[in-house]
């Protein structure tokens, strides 16, 4: 989209929270950037977009491709040396804000060289990639939780080290890689992986207004946006200048902000009572403390500097499970605060105010008792209460429920601890997303074969391309002398790694399974086998049956943290629809292979094998079809007790698939029988 196309950042409504966090990253570029979580729909791409008209334009050398600062510009810059770049050869143009595609490849991401022509006719020739392009402006990720790890890796280095090192067949390139990270995603499908989500200086949720007069002025704004975009933009380019004529100003007053002792005192206190990993929590608090205030006119930072910096800073650095919703609790935040002396008269808190930006009055606690009040939506204006809340702790009850299906009473238990499980994977040699559960062909891993190139060589196995050309080297030689290579001689690395599967999840929720201790364990194996899918990358399903029928609980996504949800809260009662079950995700997996067919599915069915309704020739169906569709079943028998029937036994067999015993899950517990079975022997 086109800078005169681009939606203004002053016309965004509400989102106070995010156009902060925003500003404080341009303010402040060492802060490390913004993550922006929130459901499909709620602008998240538009404001972080709408930024790039804001920031102030960068200097570069004339023709040099990586964005080299003539005042400083990089040694190791691929397109130099640049000694001493005079006056004329620099040139000033705006801001980048390069998009990164989620499918995008690693040569898109880090830049290529060309194989062919190195081997051919020995030239390097190095194409720049998007990091790159981002050098000195922003690199904007959507969906960044979909991103492939090969790429996430390649971002971590970049971010952690500010350079890109591009490295094929002996050839080394590197060039400076120093941008401003904005990522968008949606929770629903799926989590961050965890070295990345630290490496986001800020974190914001954003939601859907549900106030009806607000809503009204998001519609209305973007009808009228897309009526005449121009007219539109031009309506808000005095309030656009203004807020890039503010951000200047910041830039220039950071340098003299004083961070305090006692302001020091504040964030430290706040990450320790946090209990936050590290001190990268601490840095950045302090980071975007400093460029509040300077975005704000304080001379020194704030109370409410340190509150708002950490209140953005710490959410997403709390967590101490994967499978629980980032948030902070903001009364636990004001008790930090306050014990590291926040109520003391000598406070930077009681400081000068600021003079009112170009938003409005200054933040909160910097407008006079006068001043007017701020507007919904404003930058500065005092943070909402409830921002980034924590996930409310459902604690299902554990009592007897009247008029549960089939005419039983329904309980919930609470789950059981969790454990690491034992590898359950999907037999043979796929092709899917990269992942760490099943063996498969992939962009990256150990070099397994080599085959002939199907387009753009990824990797080159020199071996196989030298004894391919070798035979030809006699007749070839006789003219040149040396090596000589053609395009049909070169050969392509097979890499063998692993991949990401789908884990869908057939859950016994009757009344069989009901009893306290039984249930407690099923639910711990569950959600142990669900933080496994998210540590290996792959998509979770979650299908129940109980009484009469059975239900998608939570259709395929990568967002374990909803599967869990759904799981704790799971009741049980009624009689036992096995074959529906069955049924059920037989159909779910056929429609899920239409989708995404290279992704292959894992069915785990968690039961005690018993059927009390649909009879036991409808199990025999179902588990038949299933066994038809080639679908790697696994069956986590929960029968316990003295007399077992061996229900998930046979229907282990029905389906081709394995059976294994809920307290066999785990992988210590499989450990430890395996000993045991080794000293019997």
């Not at 967002?559 to 037989?586: D, I």
Request: with cysteine.
């Amino acid at each position: 989209m086109s800078t005169a196309a681009r939606y203004p950042f002053s016309a965004i409504v509400g989102m106070a929270d995010l156009k902060l966090a925003l500003l404080v990253n341009a303010v402040s570029p060492a802060v490390g950037g913004v993550l922006v979580r929130g459901e499909k729909g709620t602008a998240k791409s538009t404001v972080v977009r709408a930024l790039a008209s804001l920031l102030p334009d960068v200097e570069v050398v004339a023709g040099c491709r990586f964005s080299c600062d003539p005042a400083a510009p990089d040694p190791d810059c691929p397109d130099g040396p640049h000694p001493g770049a005079a006056a004329h050869q620099a040139q000033t143009r705006p801001t980048r804000l390069v998009e990164l595609p989620v499918g995008a490849s690693e040569d898109r991401l880090a830049g290529s060289l060309d194989i062919e022509r190195a081997l051919t006719e020995g030239v390097t020739a190095f194409e720049p990639g998007l990091l790159a392009a981002a050098h000195r402006g922003v690199l904007y990720v959507d969906e960044v939780n979909l991103l492939h790890d090969h790429l996430v890796d390649l971002l971590l280095d970049a971010a952690a080290m500010g350079t890109s090192h591009v490295e094929r067949e002996g050839v080394s390139v590197r060039h400076a890689a120093r941008f401003l990270l904005v990522g968008t995603m949606n929770p629903e499908e799926g989590e961050l992986r965890p070295q990345l989500l630290d490496r986001f200086g800020l974190t914001v949720e954003v939601a859907a207004t549900r106030e009806p007069a607000e809503r009204a002025e998001v519609v209305r704004r973007r009808l009228a946006f897309d009526a005449d975009p121009a007219g539109f933009a031009a309506a808000y380019a005095d309030e656009e200048a203004r807020l890039a004529a503010h951000i200047r100003a910041a830039r220039r007053r950071l340098p003299r902000v004083v961070l305090t002792d006692a302001a020091l005192r504040q964030i430290t206190a706040v990450c320790a009572a946090f209990d936050v990993d590290g001190l990268r929590a601490d840095l950045v608090t302090a980071r975007a403390a400093m460029a509040l205030a300077a975005w704000r006119d304080h001379p020194e930072v704030t109370s409410d500097d340190v509150r708002d910096a950490a209140r953005l800073a710490l959410p997403h650095r709390r967590r101490r499970d994967p499978l629980d919703a980032p948030g902070l609790d903001e009364d636990r935040l004001d008790e930090a605060l306050e014990q590291a002396g926040a109520d003391d008269p000598s406070d930077p808190g009681d400081g000068p105010e600021g003079p009112d930006g170009p938003d409005g009055p200054d933040g909160p606690g910097g407008g006079g008792g006068g001043g007017p009040a701020p507007q919904p939506g404003d930058p500065d204006a005092a943070p909402p209460a409830a921002s980034g809340p924590e996930r409310p702790q459902t604690t299902p009850e554990d009592t007897p429920q009247e008029g549960g299906p089939g005419g039983s009473g329904e309980t919930a238990a609470d789950p059981g601890e969790t454990y690491r499980p034992r590898l359950l994977s999907v037999p043979g040699l796929g092709s899917g997303a990269p992942g760490r559960r099943s063996r498969a062909e992939t962009p990256s891993g150990r070099t397994s074969g080599a085959r002939l190139p199907r387009g753009r060589i990824g990797a080159l196995h020199l071996p196989a391309t030298l004894r391919a050309a070798a035979p030809r080297q006699r007749d070839r030689g006789r003219s040149t002398g040396g090596l000589v290579l053609a395009r049909s001689d070169l050969r392509e690395a097979v890499r063998e790694g692993r991949e990401g599967n789908l884990v869908l999840f057939c859950v016994d929720a009757s009344g069989s399974m009901a009893a306290r201790q039984r249930m407690r364990a099923v639910k711990g194996a569950v959600l142990s086998l669900l933080l496994d899918a998210y540590q290996r990358r792959d998509k979770v399903g979650l299908v129940t049956f109980r009484g009469r029928e059975a239900e998608v609980a939570l259709p395929p996504t990568s967002s374990v943290e909803a599967g869990a949800r759904r799981l704790r809260e799971l009741r049980t009662g009624g009689r036992t629809p096995l074959a529906a079950g069955l049924t059920r995700s037989a159909e779910l997996l056929r429609v899920e292979r239409l989708r995404d067919p290279r992704r292959r599915p894992l069915l785990v069915v968690v039961t005690d094998g018993r059927a009390t309704h649909g009879g036991t020739d409808a199990v025999l169906r179902a588990g038949a079809r299933i066994r038809s569709t080639g679908v790697e079943t696994v069956v986590v028998d929960c029968e316990d007790g003295p007399v077992r029937l061996g229900g998930a036994a046979r229907l282990a067999a029905v389906t081709g698939g394995s059976a294994v015993r809920l307290a066999e899950l785990g992988a210590d517990a499989l450990s430890g029988l395996v000993r045991h079975a080794r000293r019997a022997a």
